[in-house]
């Protein structure tokens, strides 16, 4: 069974910084394209940033050097560190894998992506 668990949201000032988690299980992290989105309050869900299973990794112009995706293959993790947040940034954020290895874009399209987790808050205040 796939499982996605974000943690690591919270409540944070404009400047400061967070690192989200994705725990997963029933399949290796490494093997298949991952992603992060967020939904902003009264928006839709959009892409935040992709790496793929070749470690290819691509951004969201809103996000390019401030955030970083990664993952841990040996603790199956996907991380994704935002630095110098913005109230913009505020949003529920979500962890999606793919069925397969390659991302196809830079910046992850909600429907190619078929597992999802539940979500995390950030709430970035001015």
């Known amino acids: 069974q796939v499982q996605l668990v974000e943690s690591g949201g919270g409540s944070v000032q404009a400047g400061g910084s967070l690192r989200l988690s994705c725990a997963l299980s029933g399949y290796i992290v490494r093997n298949y394209c991952m992603a992060w989105f967020r939904q902003p309050p009264g928006k839709e869900r959009e892409g935040v940033a992709s790496i793929s299973s070749s470690g290819s990794i691509g951004y969201a112009d809103s996000v390019k050097g401030r955030f970083t995706i990664s993952r841990d293959n040996a603790k199956n993790i996907l991380y994704l560190q935002m630095n110098s947040l913005a109230p913009e940034d505020t949003a529920m954020y979500y962890c999606?894998?793919?069925?397969?290895?390659?991302?196809?874009?830079?910046?992850?399209?909600?429907?190619?992506?078929?597992?999802w987790g539940q979500g995390t808050q950030v709430t970035v205040s001015s």
């Open positions: 999606a894998r793919r069925s397969v290895g390659v991302c196809m874009a830079d910046v992850p399209a909600r429907s190619l992506y078929n597992y």
